[in-house]
T-cell receptor, first 112, second 113 residues
Framework: DGGITQSPKYLFRKEGQNVTLSCEQNLNHDAMYWYRQDPGQGLRLIYYSQIVNDFQKGDIAEGYSVSREKKESFPLTVTSAQKNPTAFYLC???????????FGPGTRLTVL | GDSVTQMEGPVTLSEEACLTINCTYTATGYPSLFWYVQYPGEGLQLLLKATKADDKGSNKGFEATYRKETTSFHLEKGSVQVSDSAVYFCALSDPGANSKLTFGKGITLSVRP
């Protein structure tokens, strides 16, 4: 089945540690996106990538980093510089004709 | 810049009641409009979309019409079910913005039996 997978579903880390969230898609989508969702708020864009080996900062990129070495994969690293990393992280992608974004199931990160 | 405004929530309805969730937008170009639904603990699912003025998107009994004159995209359903309980997000995609989505804050709908 085609879709977007994110792993793990739940992630716990100690304060000060970097952590990498996985996002993989087999939809042949060119563009991929990372969002952060906090309780009672909408989604905020962290980073996005329109094509392999290229990515741009979104609205809240500070404390995060990404890479796009393969079309299928767009991992997000939450660094120790992110002041408040506990949140629900969602990955999304769009098809080549710039249709709607499709979302993965999300990763809930808790920093202890 | 682009923005999406949704009505304040949460909303609680009885089963079979009518639903309207208001959404208005501000955009510089001619955006595409979307409604997404999020069930507890899950990612967002596309519910419906409209790409130009007067288009009506529909899915699972939900409808929304792209109204350019009022810059609105209100979500409606004639008879809600308990299984419709979720968070609903209105969003727009401006063609000049690399397909980035701008979201409203979302509204929680609870349907009681």
């Amino acid at each position: 089945d085609g879709g977007i997978t994110q792993s793990p579903k739940y992630l716990f880390r100690k304060e000060g540690q970097n952590v990498t969230l996985s996002c993989e898609q087999n939809l042949n989508h060119d563009a991929m996106y990372w969002y952060r969702q906090d309780p009672g708020q909408g989604l905020r864009l962290i980073y996005y990538s329109q094509i392999v080996n290229d990515f741009q900062k979104g609205d809240i990129a500070e404390g995060y980093s990404v890479s796009r070495e393969k079309k299928e994969s767009f991992p997000l690293t939450v660094t120790s510089a992110q002041k408040n990393p506990t949140a629900f992280y969602l990955c999304a992608s769009t098809d080549p004709t710039r249709g709607p974004q499709y979302f993965g199931p999300g990763t809930r990160l808790t920093v202890l | 810049g682009d923005s999406v405004t949704q009505m304040e929530g949460p909303v609680t309805l009885s089963e079979e009641a009518c639903l309207t969730i208001n959404c208005t937008y501000t955009a510089t170009g001619y955006p595409s409009l979307f409604w997404y639904v999020q069930y507890p603990g899950e990612g967002l699912q596309l519910l419906l979309k409209a790409t130009k003025a007067d288009d009506k998107g529909s899915n699972k009994g939900f409808e929304a019409t792209y109204r350019k004159e009022t810059t609105s995209f209100h979500l409606e359903k004639g008879s809600v079910q308990v299984s419709d309980s979720a968070v609903y997000f209105c969003a727009l995609s401006d063609p000049g913005a690399n397909s980035k989505l701008t979201f409203g804050k979302g509204i929680t709908l609870s349907v009681r039996p």
